[in-house]
């Protein structure tokens, strides 16, 4: 049995890493925090006689052997770091729960046949660096080393120079590092569990998402002396395209549409803005309707691209399917949940993880726990010690569960 | 009769400091090249045995001796800072043109009856502390030195500080300094000269322009897992203010209204965002349209703030009223324009200026020469070397046809 203290004080003290006045984390990827909280990571597993390997992308394995080293091995974990506006759970839970499972079998003396496998994937978040769930994404090989190195932030640093930076380029070519296969536990992020009063999602997979970067190019003038019908004003335009991202998001039942991020140019009170890039988010259960709404939004960017008079770009950054999780690793979960008594209920991910891309290579799932108010990538972000113990219960029993199949 | 070629030099050789590589300028106010430039303007006036005074809002006064010492100054000049997407002649060009007239008179060895007075105003640009004309502002006690001092930048800098920082906060108390007159010589920034080919614009006065800060607060969340039924997305509130805006504004005839700068927050591309900051700008060249304009932008921001459920505040940061300036100023221009052999063009500016507080003091008025394709606020802003000749030339007319009367 997990010992629920010690994980509520790990997420605790961790939390002061990158921790923010408003009881938040910004713990933003490949920054002097994630650093620091890649090192107590790495000390932790030292301290139970682990040794952390580390990949080309960042990623970080840390292996405890099992009775038959034949076996491939059952990983366990999430990612490290936070959204600017980050809260306590998100990520960390899954990393710390698993070190908790880790620390719980060592204090009984128990031996899986199959080694285990606790693991910290860079750049989930994609706040930093776009695309998110960027470490995985490399390591399954659907983007290459190049691609991942050159991702940029709003500052010019690149993904590869900030890894090199900090410290956590690993040897490792990504990819060379398999398991057998993955449980993630994660915070909701959603208002289902709590709002059907359940302990435990069952996650059967995850909404299909895709990302596209679009820039709007007018002309920056002068606010007071440039007529209204001179204008070439891309703000202008790219509030429309918020306006209708909206509405087509709106006009698909379970669909979600967002921009989330502008950068306006020059971003002066006085001057026209001639540039204004963003990223769109679209995300639906069925990629089917992804493909529609994709449409209808290369319709709409040009549509109102033409009315103000722009030249615009609209580029897609990633497009990660609907992922549906494997049937024996749910069944592990679902017993697992049984057998420390908990009430469940199945459920889609709308939040991106890991181990989408961690399915396309081997047997995947994972475990939800609630999300107070379904608040989530806010400093607000709330899950109670008595829920976060019981995910990571249901996460040591589904791990001993598949080890016995 | 002014030397082109010394002023032209001028201008291109000081397009140097905070010179960017598309062959614009960002010098904004009270950075490291605002100092730069202002210890530039510092010399020269030492050069021509001018003694600078600065005040307690960092504007720079050099006065040359007239026959008779009773009389107030005639003062010339304009600003020095730039836009961060500025071109090579708003603002410095009124300035370096008083200059040259200085040289010219000095090198005819001229004196005129009132003493000469060069000046440059800090923050005319509004851009990295709002409002704009902010130091003529506080000279002519439009607002408080403790309401400049509290200005503040978005990275948290404040106008006080940095005034302190580059070493330009003066001794003299704001308005201490007063002159008789004053002539500010300007790029017209507009599409009119040219299109009309006009070498000369004899400016009546300026529209009256008015800022708000606008904020929206709504809640951060995740744009994965939160259902578009329970988001309170204030960047879609945000954009459908600016959608509105720019309604408002082509719903009344000579209307300009715009929102140029935004700030994002969290700013993430998976964060729905939960709190966006605005400044709306809006001009016209009657006040009571102005009425009007501001009364529909305030019903404008209740209705979207109600219609997407968020919490708002709507405040002015400034109300500058539309300008007349003054007829014997304006008569001493077309005396001057026509002793050069000029064509003329009465206008009214779009843009404000700093002789709008100016002319709340003393008799005031301005000269407009053609902006290549009206635009300015833009590295691409063009006047060509005879166009800002023939502007210095008439400033110098003016000046002398002032001083005679
Ligand atoms: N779980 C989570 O917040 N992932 C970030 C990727 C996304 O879903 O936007
Ligand atoms: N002339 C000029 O660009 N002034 C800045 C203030 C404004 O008009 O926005």
Redesign the interface.
Known sequence: KIDAERLWGDLMRTAEIGGTSDGGIARLTLSDDDRRMRDWLRAQCDTLGLATTVDEAGNMFATRAGARPDLPAIAMGSHLDT???GGKFDGVLGVLAGLEVLRTLDAAGYQTEAPLMLVNWTNE???RF?P?MLGSGIWAGVYGREYGDARTDVTGDTFGASLDRIGYRGEAKAGAIRFGAMFELHI????ILEAEGKQIGVVQGI?G?R?FDLTMTG??????????G?RR?A??A???V??GI?RI??SHSD????????D???????????KVRA?I?L?HPSDAVLDQMEAETATLVREVAETVGLEYSFEPISRTAAVAFNPDCIASVRAGAKAAGYTTRDII????HDAAHAAAVAPTTMIFVPSAG?????PAESTESHECAAGAQVLLEAVLDYDRC
Chains 1, 2 share one sequence.
Do not use: C, Y
Not at 374 to 378: A, E, K, Q, T
């Open positions: 959204q600017p506006t978040e994609g706040s776009s998110a909701e992020q959603g208002p909404q998402m990302w002309v920056a003038a002068h606010t007071g002396s440039t007529p209204m001179m004003n703000l202008l790219m509030a429309r918020i306006d909206d998001a709106k669909a979600v549409g967002t921009i989330g991020f502008l306006v140019s020059p971003n002066s009170h006085n001057v026209i803005p001639g990223t988010d995300r991910s709308g939040a991106g379904g608040l989530s990538h806010n």
